[in-house]
């Protein structure tokens, strides 16, 4: 067992830090000591070090399961700044001959980051089963709940996949989780009948203020002079990829800032430059949906706007937590108005299978003759394929959709509440405020004359931005896999 001085200066050694965050080193000996974990821990506190650090005390491969391609990038980057050359990412960025090549060498590497659904690709399970895996490790583990029942169903796979390799030790990491979250994240893993640790620690983030705008039918004109007041870098999250690319443009005119959009539509070489653009302060703001942000390396973010109510709690505390991350003092805004309901309850609605659907596939009718969408008849065919009876697949649905119906009314409370907003989500996730904050939140008030003082911009020049971004961007990224 690794004494604390030698964790300590194996922290120094690898990463070049002298102490650890909170939770760190706790969920680190609980590893080596051979228990399985669930680590909760607030947005920007280091939870990768977690499962890296572990990784090198223990003999054998860390297996890192991860939600996003621009993630495990860049988390693999991070690694190979720091020295680490035996890490490799396997995703759809590698040709069909590099990623043979790697699996027929997985051999030659520590940490191995991959998706959900390149672990249940045959060929990739095969090699895996050959190599002596120390640690399975799922960041972002809250996605198990969040999108396994809505749109990526190899979520709900991870324990079938955790079989398939033993059973190893496994971490699991997230910084939003409620109780039932965290249950579900166990369950889905087959760890409750293991002895596990839960090491949890409080969701909140005491230097983001927070803030909601209530507008009426104004919100671009009302976003935009909040753009023109506050500091940058900035993220803005909207529902719609249409917004934020309209968003994006009206930046771009009207203010002296450059901001890009980001979202599904765009290819992923273009979302890797962006990203990398944005850490390197070549983009002020980026106009992004929920596909943006996840795990960026970015500490100095001042401030996270939201256009559309976001869907949960948990979406909201994830996303505002790319805010301050170096521990100034951040700004959350929401902007409000009624008619987001109606948004968020049309996504939810095409999230989920309606009976009819349901019933369809029971039939085993041609699901391409369904009138349904591609999420809708997947988790559709899924209850048949995994022989659950209709009845039970009717209830799994309802109660899915009972548990965003309340989420989407949380975040409706949240935006008109009159109380302390931060006491508000505290709430949801089982805390009480534990001090009061200054400039804590619009409810109990805030003080705009600071933030002027602190964070209102400066009359500057727009960044003048490298229209040919090939030859940076190949000079950037020299993704090393052999």
Same mark, same amino acid.
């Given at each position: 067992?690794?004494?604390?001085?030698?964790?300590?200066?194996?922290?120094?050694?690898?990463?070049?830090?002298?102490?650890?965050?909170?939770?760190?080193?706790?969920?680190?000996?609980?590893?080596? @000591?051979?228990?399985?974990?669930?680590?909760?821990? &607030?947005?920007?506190?280091?939870?990768?070090?977690?499962?890296?650090?572990?990784?090198? %005390?223990?003999?054998?491969?860390?297996?890192?399961?991860?939600?996003?391609?621009?993630?495990?990038?860049?988390?693999?980057?991070?690694?190979?700044?720091?020295?680490?050359?035996?890490?490799?990412?396997?995703?759809?960025?590698?040709?069909?001959?590099?990623?043979?090549?790697?699996?027929?060498?997985?051999?030659?590497?520590?940490?191995?980051?991959?998706? &959900?659904?390149?672990?249940?690709?045959?060929?990739?399970?095969?090699?895996?089963?050959?190599?002596?895996?120390?640690?399975?490790?799922?960041?972002?583990?809250?996605?198990?709940?969040?999108?396994?029942?809505?749109?990526?169903?190899?979520?709900?796979?991870?324990?079938?996949?955790?079989?398939?390799?033993?059973?190893?030790?496994?971490?699991?990491? =997230?910084?939003?989780?409620?109780?039932?979250?965290?249950?579900?994240?166990?369950?889905?893993?087959?760890?409750?009948?293991?002895?596990?640790?839960?090491?949890?620690?409080?969701?909140?983030?005491? @230097?983001?203020?927070?803030?909601?705008?209530?507008?009426?039918?104004?919100?671009?004109?009302?976003?935009?002079?909040?753009?023109?007041?506050?500091?940058?870098?900035?993220?803005?999250?909207?529902?719609?990829?249409?917004?934020?690319?309209?968003?994006?443009?009206?930046? @771009?005119?009207? =203010?002296?800032?450059?901001?890009?959009?980001?979202?599904?539509?765009?290819?992923?070489?273009?979302?890797?430059?962006?990203?990398?653009?944005?850490?390197?302060?070549?983009?002020?703001?980026?106009?992004?949906?929920?596909?943006?942000?996840?795990?960026?390396?970015?500490?100095?973010?001042?401030?996270?706007?939201?256009?559309?109510?976001?869907?949960?709690?948990?979406?909201?505390?994830?996303?505002?937590?790319?805010?301050?991350?170096?521990?100034?003092?951040?700004?959350?805004?929401?902007?409000?108005?009624?008619?987001?309901?109606?948004?968020?309850?049309?996504?939810?609605?095409?999230?989920?299978?309606?009976?009819?659907?349901?019933?369809?596939?029971?039939?085993?009718?041609?699901?391409?003759?369904?009138?349904?969408?591609?999420?809708?008849?997947?988790?559709?065919?899924?209850?048949?394929?995994?022989?659950?009876?209709?009845? =039970?697949?009717?209830?799994?649905?309802?109660?899915?959709?009972?548990?965003?119906?309340?989420?989407?009314?949380?975040?409706?409370?949240?935006?008109?509440?009159?109380? %302390?907003?931060?006491?508000?989500?505290?709430?949801?996730?089982?805390?009480?405020?534990?001090?009061?904050?200054?400039?804590? %939140?619009?409810? %109990?008030?805030?003080?705009?004359?600071?933030?002027?003082?602190?964070?209102?911009?400066?009359?500057?020049?727009?960044?003048?931005?490298?229209?040919?971004?090939?030859?940076?961007? @190949?000079?950037?990224?020299?993704?090393?896999?052999?």
């Amino acid at each position: 067992m690794y004494r604390e001085e030698q964790l300590k200066k194996l922290l120094q050694v690898k990463f070049g830090y002298p102490e650890f965050r909170e939770g760190q080193q706790e969920a680190i000996e609980a590893a080596l @000591n051979g228990d399985h974990t669930l680590v909760m821990l &607030p947005t920007g506190t280091g939870k990768s070090i977690c499962y890296q650090l572990s990784g090198y %005390c223990l003999e054998g491969k860390v297996l890192v399961i991860s939600p996003l391609l621009s993630l495990m990038q860049d988390q693999v980057e991070q690694m190979k700044q720091k020295g680490e050359k035996r890490v490799v990412a396997l995703n759809s960025l590698l040709s069909n001959e590099e990623k043979k090549y790697l699996l027929d060498h997985l051999s030659i590497y520590k940490f191995i980051y991959l998706s &959900p659904e390149m672990l249940q690709q045959e060929k990739v399970m095969r090699a895996l089963k050959k190599q002596n895996i120390a640690l399975f490790v799922v960041d972002e583990a809250h996605c198990i709940s969040q999108w396994g029942m809505d749109f990526r169903l190899d979520y709900l796979h991870l324990g079938w996949a955790r079989k398939q390799l033993g059973s190893p030790l496994t971490m699991a990491l =997230t910084a939003t989780a409620t109780k039932r979250v965290r249950k579900e994240i166990l369950s889905s893993l087959d760890l409750e009948k293991e002895p596990f640790q839960e090491i949890v620690y409080s969701v909140d983030r005491p @230097n983001i203020v927070l803030d909601v705008i209530h507008c009426d039918q104004n919100k671009d004109e009302q976003v935009l002079e909040k753009v023109a007041f506050l500091e940058p870098p900035g993220i803005i999250y909207f529902s719609s990829k249409a917004a934020a690319d309209e968003m994006a443009e009206k930046i @771009n005119q009207q =203010t002296s800032f450059y901001a890009e959009s980001y979202h599904s539509d765009i290819d992923s070489a273009d979302k890797i430059k962006i990203q990398q653009q944005f850490i390197r302060d070549d983009i002020d703001i980026i106009c992004a949906t929920s596909a943006f942000g996840m795990g960026i390396n970015k500490n100095n973010i001042r401030y996270v706007l939201h256009y559309h109510l976001p869907a949960s709690p948990e979406d909201y505390l994830q996303e505002i937590g790319r805010a301050g991350r170096d521990g100034k003092k951040s700004i959350a805004v929401l902007f409000y108005e009624s008619g987001d309901y109606a948004i968020q309850k049309y996504f939810q609605d095409e999230s989920l299978p309606t009976r009819k659907m349901i019933d369809w596939a029971y039939r085993k009718q041609n699901m391409q003759l369904l009138d349904a969408n591609e999420i809708q008849k997947r988790m559709a065919a899924y209850f048949v394929d995994q022989h659950i009876d209709q009845q =039970t697949a009717y209830q799994t649905v309802m109660e899915r959709k009972r548990i965003k119906e309340e989420q989407l009314s949380y975040m409706i409370q949240y935006s008109e509440t009159k109380d %302390c907003k931060r006491a508000f989500l505290l709430h949801y996730f089982g805390e009480r405020a534990m001090e009061t904050t200054e400039n804590c %939140c619009s409810s %109990c008030s805030i003080d705009w004359t600071d933030f002027e003082k602190t964070m209102k911009t400066k009359e500057k020049k727009a960044k003048e931005v490298t229209k040919n971004w090939q030859k940076s961007f @190949n000079a950037l990224f020299l993704f090393s896999y052999f």
